[in-house]
């Protein structure tokens, strides 16, 4: 038996988790639901429904239940009878009214096809979210929120280029220190896309990425001009290997040379190159981390998140491509770095960190401070 957030649990847990387990619970998920907690409890309304697709062993809808008070009912599916089963056994333990939850055992998809009017659904497969995604855009209503959980972050984030085109249909980017974000910005491209095929507006209003995963929230409208609007959003990543450029811009305005070296630059997308966080929707987030039960390592997340986003910036610079790109073996300590180019510590990475200072700026800092006291810690 064990216990997360308030849910008592009857799952056994191996020493290696994977997809073999006879009903699946992941521990190192407990940032993902708790994150989909604290969501739910920023979103406005009250007897709200929610609906886990791949349930397994019901856990996250039974915390949604237990811990999210505005939250009166939810959809559990699994397809695997063996999950259904047990998730009733922890109903059962969790002495949670049977009215309050709908039970389905069906493909994700085929249920999410003709399910409507949930105030928010939780896509969490095992690795990519891909083969859901064109279902996933329908049991959401107007005003609701899509959670996506995709744990093909390698693809997504480069290391195989050929399988995103493939899946994604959008071109990754290794070669920059902010990777990861590019992939973020993929996933959500890719669900902005499903849904503007039927005039959904999907918005983008949080995102992460943790270990071996990312999670995107997006909120729906629906109309053929805010879809409109919501794709403008939609572009390309250019960036420079050889001084850290970056700029995120439309298809007209793709370019092949640096403007400040020279160098041919590399190019990313299409992907999403609007705001990963909606400000107003962090804050509540944020104002309301004390009324759900958070592991550590998600309150550290928030913390992070709660600075970087407030900044719209596409990418982040880090300490190791500062120093591998201007060749400065001795940079000084994080803090005084965050000072210089006013930055804020992103979630990332531990060595990342966004600012708002535009690249001329930064490159002007990067000259007459860090080079300059290189330059003389050498000398001397
Ligand atoms: C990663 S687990 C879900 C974890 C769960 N959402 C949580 O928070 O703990 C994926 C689940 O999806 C189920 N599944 C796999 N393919 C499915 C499909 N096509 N339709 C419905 N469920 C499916 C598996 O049986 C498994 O329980
Ligand atoms: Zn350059």
């Not at 962090?282 to 390592?297: A, D, I, M, N, T």
């Not at 800092?365 to 050498?378: A, E, K, Y």
Request: proline share 5%; charged share 25%; net charge positive.
């Amino acid at each position: 038996m064990i216990r997360e957030g308030n849910v008592l649990l009857n799952v056994e847990i191996p020493e290696i988790i994977s997809s073999d387990m006879p009903v699946f619970y992941n521990p190192a998920m407990v940032v993902n639901r708790d994150i989909s907690l604290l969501i739910v409890s920023a979103m406005e309304g009250e007897n709200l429904v929610v609906c886990d697709p791949m349930g397994a062993s019901g856990v996250r809808v039974l915390r949604f239940l237990l811990e999210v008070p505005k939250v009166s009912k939810a959809i559990y599916n699994d397809i695997n009878q063996r999950a259904v089963e047990n998730f009733k056994e922890n109903l059962r333990l969790n002495q949670i009214d049977q009215s309050k939850v709908e039970i389905h055992s069906e493909d994700a998809s085929l249920l999410m096809r003709r399910l409507r009017n949930c105030d928010y659904v939780d896509v969490d497969p095992y690795g990519s979210p891909i083969p859901f995604l064109d279902s996933a855009v329908f049991p959401v209503k107007r005003g609701g929120i899509l959670s996506v959980t995709a744990t093909d972050t390698s693809v997504l984030s480069g290391t195989y280029p050929s399988t995103c085109i493939r899946r994604y249909a959008s071109k990754p980017l290794l070669e920059c220190e902010f990777y990861h974000e590019v992939g973020i910005r993929i996933l959500i491209k890719k669900v902005v896309e499903e849904g503007a095929k039927h005039d959904y507006a999907f918005r983008p209003i949080f995102s992460y990425s943790y270990k071996h995963h990312f999670k995107v929230f997006l909120m729906k409208d629906i109309g053929a001009k805010r879809t409109d609007q919501v794709i403008k959003n939609i572009g390309y990543l250019l960036y420079c290997d050889k001084c850290l450029y970056r700029e995120s811009v439309s298809l007209e305005n793709i370019k092949s040379s640096c403007p400040f070296c020279g160098n041919r630059l590399l190019i990313a997308g299409p992907l999403w190159i609007g705001e990963l966080w909606d400000r107003e929707f962090l804050q509540k987030v944020w104002s309301l981390r004390g009324s759900v039960e958070l592991s550590q390592e998600t309150i550290k997340i928030l913390k992070a998140i709660n600075e970087e986003g407030y900044i719209n910036s596409v990418g982040f610079y880090t300490l190791s491509a500062l120093a591998k790109v201007f060749k400065i073996p001795n940079l000084p300590p994080k803090g005084r770095i965050l000072k210089l180019f006013e930055g804020k510590q992103t979630h990332f990475t531990p060595q990342g960190f966004r600012t708002s200072i535009s690249h001329e700026e930064f490159l002007r800092r990067v000259q007459s401070v860090l080079l300059r006291d290189s330059r003389v810690n050498t000398q001397a």
